[in-house]
């Protein structure tokens, strides 16, 4: 079987869960959300909620970056 670049043989990870915060208020998500999206941003990749994500739907789609929302 090929190995994937950060596949781990140990079995389990020792990281911490990384959280999902929103950048625009700041919501947190503790897995992954079908409904949230993301953004990169001057080479920073940034989630944001479904609310924000819904109330700023035209700027998202204009391809706004987030700071003229």
Same mark, same amino acid.
């Given at each position: 079987m090929a190995s994937h670049s950060g596949d781990s043989d140990? %079995? %389990?990870?020792?990281a911490e869960p990384q959280f999902l915060v929103c950048a625009r208020c700041g919501t947190r998500a503790e897995a992954p959300q079908p409904t949230?999206?993301?953004s990169v941003e001057n080479g920073v990749r940034q989630h944001f909620c479904a609310t924000c994500s819904r109330e700023n739907l035209r700027a998202i789609e204009g391809r706004l970056d987030s700071e003229w929302w």
């Open positions: 140990d %079995g %389990g990870s020792t949230w999206t993301f």
